[in-house]
């Protein structure tokens, strides 16, 4: 009777654990249940917090969530990034990445993350470009103006940072290194004090933003050569590449994409990424698309990782080359 009953009750709970194995399937079959944060490295205010906050308003909608965008800048982008590398691997924390964190391990060797192992890769949002922009009565019309003036009088020509490693700095390192020419690096603390000096005649060159330059070159202000993306922008359709106009093979490209903390549960990031390829189709991309320069992208998440690797490798030879380190 016992060996009976005992066989009754291990049935019965038996039963139990299966009718309740639905209730302890992962939470993920209900992402999102919460308000979802994407950690913008950034003050606020600038490109790439301006298109993460148009992300965050389109997946809203698509996710059925709040999205809210938290600001951690500092340490070059480090201290956001570091945050969301720590961050619970459950999809409701993200990074909105960009040039900076594929360069930051060629500048800074003792990162307090690492740059594959602690991140998933959601998607690959957009690219975009900097304009080269002179001073309007300048006497260089051209990218082969300026190349021919760099080689003339090489202790006079000087271009125009936003600091150490960003992509205004690199892309003019870059073309240094391409062009064979000299030209003085001086760093600023962001794109409108550059141009100012641009404009005043104190430098001579930026590779500056679309953002920061659009509204200067139609005003006049500024002379736009060339851009430096592989491709002509539909946005200046009249400027030629800066791999056209001299430097054959020269491209140098900012870009935004969106990073999940690693071990994030592969259906969590594919409605991610579903939710990005929706958000970049909006209304609010395409007037980005023009403001910011912004060519759409939105692939799955294994482009994103091969284009950061790509990247990363790209740019630590023009570091290592330049002998640029962080101080």
Excluded at 14 to 27: D, E, K, R, Y
Excluded at 46 to 64: C, F, H, P, S
Excluded at 78 to 105: H, K, R, W
Excluded at 118 to 127: E, G, H, N, Q
């Amino acid at each position: 009777m016992s060996v009976h009953r005992s066989k009754s009750i291990a049935s019965l709970l038996a039963i139990i654990v299966l009718l309740s194995a639905p209730a302890s399937q992962p939470a993920c079959a209900a992402y999102p249940e919460r308000i979802i944060r994407i950690v913008v490295p950034f003050a606020p205010g600038g490109g790439t917090d301006v298109i993460a906050r148009a992300l965050a308003q389109e997946m809203a909608k698509d996710l059925g969530a709040s999205i809210i965008i938290e600001n951690k800048p500092g340490a070059g982008t480090i201290i956001g990034t570091q945050a969301v590398a720590t961050s619970e691997p459950d999809g409701y924390t993200l990074l909105m990445g960009t040039f900076a964190n594929a360069v930051n391990p060629s500048l800074n060797p003792k990162l307090p993350y690492d740059a594959h192992k602690d991140f998933a890769p959601v998607s690959l949002i957009a690219r975009s470009f900097n304009i080269v922009v002179v001073n309007p009565k300048s006497p260089l019309q051209s990218v082969a103006d300026l190349i021919a003036a760099a080689r003339a009088e090489p202790d006079k020509m000087s271009y125009g940072t936003f600091g150490t490693g960003t992509s205004a700095h690199l892309a003019g390192e870059l073309f240094k290194s391409m062009a064979k020419v000299n030209l003085t690096a001086v760093p600023y603390k962001g794109a409108a004090p550059a141009i100012t000096d641009v404009i005043g005649g104190q430098i001579q060159v930026v590779f500056t933003t679309v953002a920061s330059a659009a509204s200067l070159i139609e005003g006049g202000q500024l002379r736009a050569l060339a851009v430096t993306s592989a491709q002509r922008s539909p946005a200046f359709p009249q400027l030629p590449t800066v791999s056209e106009a001299g430097v054959p093979g020269y491209a140098a490209e900012a870009w935004y994409g969106l990073f999940a903390p690693a071990k994030t549960p592969p259906e969590i990031i594919d409605r991610l990424n579903q939710s990005v390829a929706k958000a970049v189709q909006s209304d609010a991309f395409r007037r980005l698309s023009v403001n910011e320069g912004l060519v759409m992208v939105a692939g799955p998440p294994e482009e994103l990782g091969r284009y950061f690797l790509g990247e990363e490798e790209r740019w630590r030879k023009v570091i290592e080359g330049a002998g640029i380190k962080i101080e």
